[in-house]
């Protein structure tokens, strides 16, 4: 027979065992995820100022460090309409958003959660 201390121990382990199974399924859910790029990993400092209210597309391509002039080109829209769309002057279509969105290698659902 067991003690009743021994079962206490041992039903403790066994909670602490789950939630760790259920740890590692969580991150390895997120390891697939970034490798087949349906999501990307973000510095801390962008989440920042993305949080703070600046332009997630200005954010992004400048933690990416494109040039303006190259996402214009990368995403087959103009440089003035990727500054309207900086500024806020325009939303862009869904069309359009994604292609900014795969120029700067980002997934188009970061953008409910962005504005992109």
Do not use: F
């Amino acid at each position: 027979m067991l003690r009743r201390v021994e079962y206490e121990r041992l039903t403790a382990l066994a909670a602490e065992a789950e939630e760790d199974a259920g740890t590692c399924r969580l991150v390895a859910r997120a390891r697939r995820a970034l490798d087949e790029r349906q999501e990307v990993a973000i510095p801390k400092a962008v989440a920042h100022r993305i949080a703070a209210g600046e332009n997630p597309i200005l954010v992004v391509r400048d933690w990416r460090g494109t040039a303006r002039v190259a996402l214009a080109d990368a995403a087959g829209i103009s440089q003035s309409y990727v500054a309207d769309l900086e500024s806020g002057r325009r939303g862009g279509s869904p069309k359009q958003l994604a292609a900014v969105a795969a120029a700067l290698k980002v997934p188009l659902s970061m953008g409910r959660t962005v504005n992109l």
